[in-house]
């Protein structure tokens, strides 16, 4: 009896501390947030949802470009997170690595449907499943300095003339002027004129369909070719800076530069980007960044519920409202708090009018050689004609 009632005592023992244990296990999730004052905020919100549950919550910053590396290393060594956060176009190759899991295992399908929108579920979605729920769009748009530039030109060739009476280069002044190397910033011009990255059929990314030489983007990057022609756009030239030191009148950024040329002191507009000579508007790439859940979590179903909760209508209104950034929730999406904001509605506008970027793992290959290809063009070393059909062969043999 007495050794029957110690193996009794024991098994309650060990029982006790298991569920002990599970429950502390249940009690944390990390989340890795880019340092900006967005992880603020989350500080913030993860002190409301501790008094909402018993959930403690911890925020480290990691950017959103060293997540997947860094995730790869410490993830296996249970030192990972349970949620990371980037922008949408990582998805599929963070996907590839197994460093996520679908969030629609924890999260019913139903759910996530009804409240976001159909461009944002497209973008966070890979092989037909949903991998995260979005946290704000990101589209860039023509911002401007009121002080400088009180109206917007109707379209490109117009606001072309406006901006050379604006431009003193000997000066460090600019009418336009914006980060033109980058292919994420340039490809308003690319699309607008037919220009594309992989065709697209039946939902699936046609890798041996590449338009980055076709004649949209010819045309369009010889449109582009035509500002530094006329004195406006430069090389070499930091636009972000000189638009916060109040130098530049209007530049194409996204939102998440609102608030540094404000904390500058700049009296900032934004305008959805004016019409081509072809009577089309730019389409810029549309970024959905989202959070996900980390295949190393051991709280998944803890960490959908978070996100769930983070990205739900009332934080969506709380995220306009403290960090001017835009939830894809279909019910802020629609109301008139969001009409209100005169910034937000014109990035909506350029949003609506852009093109989703690939969230395909060989969209990596297209940045740095569609780069130096509107580098040559620009600064005249190479016609478009002749250097982009040279680009698209790069990216091919990257692709083989």
């Known amino acids: 009896m007495k050794v029957s009632s110690v193996l009794v005592r024991v098994v309650s023992i060990i029982l006790l501390f298991l569920v002990f244990e599970s429950a502390v296990v249940a009690a944390e999730l990390t989340i890795w947030q880019s340092d900006s004052p967005e992880a ?116 490109f060739d117009k606001l072309k003339k406006k901006a050379e009476k604006l431009t003193n280069v000997d000066n460090n002044q600019f009418g336009f002027i914006y980060d033109y190397g980058s292919l994420y910033r340039s490809y308003a011009f690319i699309s607008g004129f037919g220009g594309y990255t992989f065709a697209q059929k039946n939902g699936t990314y046609d890798l041996t369909d590449i338009g980055l030489a076709t004649e949209g983007t010819i045309a369009g990057l010889n449109y582009l070719k035509s500002f530094a022609k006329e004195g406006l756009i430069v090389g070499d030239v930091d636009a972000d800076k000189l638009f916060k030191e109040g130098k530049v009148a209007m530049t194409l950024t996204g939102p998440w530069n609102v608030s540094e040329y404000r904390e500058a002191g700049i009296d900032i507009g934004v305008k959805a980007m004016p019409k081509l000579p072809n009577g089309k508007y730019p389409k810029p790439f549309v970024g959905v960044v989202g959070y996900y859940i980390s295949s190393y979590s051991e709280r998944k179903q803890e960490a959908a519920k978070f996100i769930q909760w983070l990205t739900d209508i009332e934080r969506a209104h709380r995220r306009l409202e403290d960090l001017l950034q835009v939830i894809p929730h279909k019910e802020l999406l629609t109301s008139s708090e969001l009409k209100e904001k005169e910034i937000l509605k014109e990035f909506m506008i350029q949003t609506e009018r852009g093109t989703v970027m690939p969230n395909i793992p060989e969209m990596s290959f297209l940045w740095a050689p569609t780069a130096n290809g509107i580098e040559f063009i620009v600064s005249e070393q190479k016609s478009a004609e002749k250097i982009m059909p040279l680009v698209v062969k790069q990216i091919k043999d990257r692709l083989q």
């Open 40 to 155: 603020v905020w989350m500080q913030k919100m993860g002190k409301l949802y501790e008094e909402k549950t018993d959930i403690s919550i911890t925020i480290e910053t990691i950017t959103e470009e060293e997540q997947d590396e860094i995730l790869s290393i410490r993830g296996p060594q249970g030192a990972g997170p349970d949620i990371v956060g980037f922008a949408h176009d990582h998805l599929g190759a963070v996907i590839k690595q197994g460093l996520v899991v679908p969030i629609e295992d924890y999260l019913a399908v139903e759910y996530i449907e009804k409240n976001y929108s159909e461009l944002a579920i497209d973008a966070l979605t890979y092989k037909d499943q949903i991998y995260g729920l979005p946290y704000s769009y990101e589209a860039i748009a023509l911002v401007y300095n009121k002080e400088l530039i009180t109206k917007i030109p109707e379209s």
